[in-house]
């Protein structure tokens, strides 16, 4: 019975508007990428890209996908790195392609995450329909350990660094960085083949995002970030992506003190940038 309600929810949380669904392919087989020690990318399957932590009494995991098939391949793929069972998953925010796969995992992991995104786990969606998390039945694949600004985990000896640094994306965004790598993982802190998404109805702002990113690099010394719909990224391309929706905003700025409609400032954009261009239009608005 649990399995059928399990199933009803996906099926029913498919209808949203999920970037993942658009852009994940969902023949692509979960693949384990080495890149740091005992530390590796999780790609492929359906959902956004994570991330592993095989230490030698358990694992952690970085966002679980967001369907059976690719929460039972990504199960076979730590089956065939070791025999111990995982210990943490840590959602780096609420978004289904992230979080739907958690009630697919045994129910003795413990879910962490930040405690804004515990409580987007019960938000409307886009549209107004309720959250599936609402059902008692999902109640253990709902993180149960959260903290407001840094908190370490440790598998093994291995520190792990959870930070928040602000609302951008959502309001609960936050990095998972492994010191002995400079490693970090930034959830959808940062998309490269698309202008940022900005989760509005889940709290998130443009001009916060900005904020979050340069508080990230002037406190963390990675050298590598991993997001979950981009490549790896360094340094130099987060603070390419910080100018680029600065200048987005200048430019809606001046726009509006010209006194431009919303429709009028759309037309001075790019098609794929006009949805950025109106949530920074409706954030300027609300400050006045």
Known sequence: MKNLIRLFYYLTALSLPLYAIAQQNPASHVTFNRIGDNLYEVTGGRGANGGAFIGKDGVLL?????????????????????????????????????????????????????????????????????????????????????????????????????????????????????????????????????????????????????KTLEKMLGTLDAETFYSGHSEALGRDMIRAHINKIKELQNKVTGFMKNNYSLENIKKEFNKDQVNLVETIYNEIVAAR
């Open 62 to 210: 970085i966002d679980a996908k967001m369907d059976q098939e690719s929460v039972n391949q990504t199960i076979q793929e730590i089956c065939k790195l070791t025999d111990k069972p995982i210990r943490f998953m840590v959602n780096t925010h609420s978004d289904g392609d992230h979080v739907l796969g958690n009630r697919f995992f045994p129910e003795s992991v413990v879910f962490v995450a930040h405690e804004n995104c515990r409580q987007e786990f019960f938000h409307h969606g886009r549209n107004g329909e309720p959250s599936s998390w609402n059902d008692p039945e999902l109640a253990p694949f709902i993180p149960s350990v959260t903290f407001s600004n840094k908190m370490d985990l440790y598998v093994d000896t291995k520190k792990v660094e959870l930070w928040y640094f602000g609302k951008g994306h959502t309001t609960g965004d936050i990095v998972v960085y492994f010191p002995d790598d400079r490693i970090a993982f930034i959830g959808d802190q940062i998309f490269q083949e698309r202008p940022q998404l900005i989760h509005s109805y889940k709290g998130g702002n443009s001009f916060e995002h900005v």
